[in-house]
Structures are given as structure tokens and as C-alpha cells.
């Protein structure tokens, strides 16, 4: 039980009571619901960012009532640390979780993740699927939902303890009824029929296991897709390779998730991301689910919906096949949308620079909230009104690997990239010029400003006080 705030028991008694005694905070309107669609190890691989072939009918349409930001970084290319700094608002060297193994909790119980923010001004939080990484949920941030056990196989499927399981493609029969993430969909269905015409607003946090590995999906969406027409990026290789002139550490010597310590042929590429897009179009078919009860019971008006991938992903891009510790642009770049009511942006796409960990207090704000004191994210909603206004700030990610920090800089041109403050590499991509990240100017005199300008930025990234507890 590592996952646990560990309070001792008259704390714990006196925090479950004055959970109990919370009251809904009075406000002039009703508040909107707010609905949370999770994905996980999804990168911007969808119909609605430009991808050809890939079938996404449900979620494309919701693209079409949001604002879509097509150049959204997650601050930490992981799910546990992604999902720590997202939740609380907080870049990764603040929270202090930057691998797989520790609760946030655990290192700072003072501090309310999103849900419980929302729980505490009135909201009905549900959880259903993986929101917290799996085994280190807030439990006492929900209503109803929070994880009471350890879980079951189909959630933790993929786990990277069990490479033979991860890097294997699984088919499901009929319409996947029997998989975590069909289940999830459905819990949320129940959820919004119990709760949705309640007195308080609901908070509803649903989250999919897939596109994680292994790559799983009923037999036919896999038969939508035609093995030979799945394209390979033009640096595929058949395993991790570092492009030349790239600092070693820029892709790591071995894959996390896919193509375990093993080489992909051409064909097997292509096999495996037909397999990772037949599962996309499972998440999809779930998402469109979820979304038709909310429409049924006429309560899309009325609800903010999120729809967000938890990190980027290597699909066969210099040679890797996973995200772990890459900065590279496919690995910290996801699909974020946000539907608000009301807004007359919907519909339209964004390509400021935007980093994740904005969800929380934009959605403070959109739901009228106080805002959180302490946080490094800072609201979106500026771009929700109107997507083209000024915005000159830049995102930052970092990766943590053998006890040594990767920090990333994205600005609307550059990217770059360093490990150990510059001493273990860096990077510098013109992404305007080279958007495949082909051609590393680091070295290059003539960039020095833009070198000197982008480590400027990194100065706002909060140090990293305490040690990692475990190596991750
Ligand atoms: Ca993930």
C-alpha cells in the first residue's frame, strides 16, 4: 500500500469528517459539470491532427465543438510524473515525482490535486479508469470511484516490469466488452445517469488504459486498416538510434514499451502501428459512447469536456517505440482539447505553445473557483476566447534518468533540449525548418543567442530540493 496519504489515524478520522462536513459553496449561476476523457500513451495521432488514414470519428467530433491546441506539451514524458504535474498544477521538479513508483501525496498532503479542489467547492467527483497513475490514486479526492484495491490485470497491462506482455498485440472479440476500457466507459455512462440532473455539479474524471501497450483492440477495428498502407516516419530505424550529431542520451538504448530489446523489420513496424491505431479507435469508440449518454441526457450544454493524452510516443521515430525520457518533440507533444460552454471558439484549432499542466487552473477558472495559490501552470482560458491573442510563453518538460535531469524548452520556433544542465548534451531544433527534428544546431556559433535566450527560460523551472526517493 505505498499509494496511501499517509496520515495517522485520529488525522485520517478528523479529514474524513470535515470531507463529510464539507458544504457545496453558495455561488450566483450553477456551476458547469466539468468531464475529464484521459488517454493513455496517446500521442497527437488522431483524424482531428492531421492524421491521415487513422479513424477517430467520435473524438474528431468533439474536436469540432472545442478548442483544439495543436502544440500542447506534457511536462514529463511519463505517465506517473505527467500525471502528477497535471493534477496538481506543478512542474515535475516541484512535486518531486519523476518516476513510476511514488504518490504525490505522500511528499505533499498539503496541497488539493485537482479533484479534491473540486470536491471541496461541491462538486460530485467520479472516478472510473486510470486518472491518478495506477496504484497511486487520491482516494480521498472522490465521491465515488477511488481506488480501494490494487489493480486488476487489464488495468496494469503493459506495465513495463513484464516486457514479453507489453510488447505483444492483443485481439478482442464482439465490441471489446470485457476490457478494462469498455468497462470504464461504461461506469462513467452510470455515473452521469445517477449524478448528472443531481442538485450539485459532478466532476466526472474517466480514464483509458489504450493506446498503452500492449496494443489492444476488438478484431474489427483492427480490419479497418490495411497493414500495407500504415506509414513509417522517414527516420524509422529498426532500433533506438541516436541521429547524428545528437547527444547519446536524446534516445535511450532500449524501448520501454514496444520492440523490447529486440529489432523491428518494416513489416512488424507497420503490424505494431496498426495495432497502436486499432487501439485509438477503441479509446475512440469508448469516448463516442461516453458522449452520446451525456447528449441523451441533455447535459452537454451545461459540461466542460478535456480531452488529453497523458505523454507522446515513438512510434518507430529514430528508431524508438515508446516515450520513456524522450524530449523529443513526439514525446512530450499531445492532444489537448477543451470544450467549454459558451465559448465561441469552439470549433476552432490553437497553435500557441501551451503546456498541460494549464488544465487545472483553467478549469478553476472556467468554473469560477478560487484560484490556487502556489502553482506553476497558469490558466488558458485567454485561448479559449480567442486563440490567436498574444501568448509568448514557452512550455517546459523535463526526464529524470539514472539520476540525472533532461530539461526541454518548445517556444513557437525553437525546441531545445540539455541533460545534466548542458554537461551530459544538448539540442536545438528549428522547428519551422526541420519539424522531424533531423539537424541539432546546438553546437553552431551562429545560435548562440537562441541558446542563451532558451536556458533563460529554463531559469523558471523550480530546482529539484529533494532526491527522487527510488531510482526511477
Ligand atoms: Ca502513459
Partial sequence: MPSRRRLPLPAALAALAALASWSPVAAAAPRPNVLLLFSDDLRAELGCYGTVGIKTPHIDALARRSVRFDRAYVQFPLCNPSRSSLLTGRYPTATGVMG????????????????????????????????????????????????????GNADRQGSTQDPKRSDSIIILEGDGENHGDYKSASNAIDYLRRHGKGDRPFFLACGFSKPHSPPTAP?????????????????????????????????????????IGRDASEKEAREMKRAYWAAVSFVDAQVGRVLAALDELGLRENTVIVFWGDHGYHLGEKGKWSKHNSLWEVGLRVPYMISAPGVSANGQACARVVECMSMYPTLVDLCGLPAVAGQNGVSITRLLRAPSAAWDQPAISVCYVQRILGRSVRTDRWHYADWDEGRGGAMLIDTLKDPGERTNLAEDPTYAPVLAEMRQHLRRLPALTSPPARKS
Fill in 100 to 151: 513510476n513508483t511514488e504518490f504525490l501525496g505522500s511528499r505533499h498532503p498539503e496541497w488539493d490535486t485537482l479533484p479534491m479542489y473540486f470536491r471541496k467547492h461541491g462538486y460530485v467527483t467520479l472516478r472510473t479508469g486510470k486518472i491518478f497513475h495506477g496504484g497511486y490514486d487520491d482516494t480521498d479526492a472522490w465521491v465515488e470511484g477511488g481506488e480501494v484495491r490494487p489493480l
Fill in 219 to 259: 478484431r474489427k477495428l483492427f480490419e479497418q486498416y490495411d497493414v500495407d498502407r500504415i506509414p513509417l516516419p522517414a527516420d524509422f530505424a529498426p532500433r533506438p538510434t541516436v541521429p547524428a550529431g545528437f547527444p547519446a542520451r536524446s534516445v535511450p538504448a532500449r524501448n520501454g514499451d514496444l520492440f
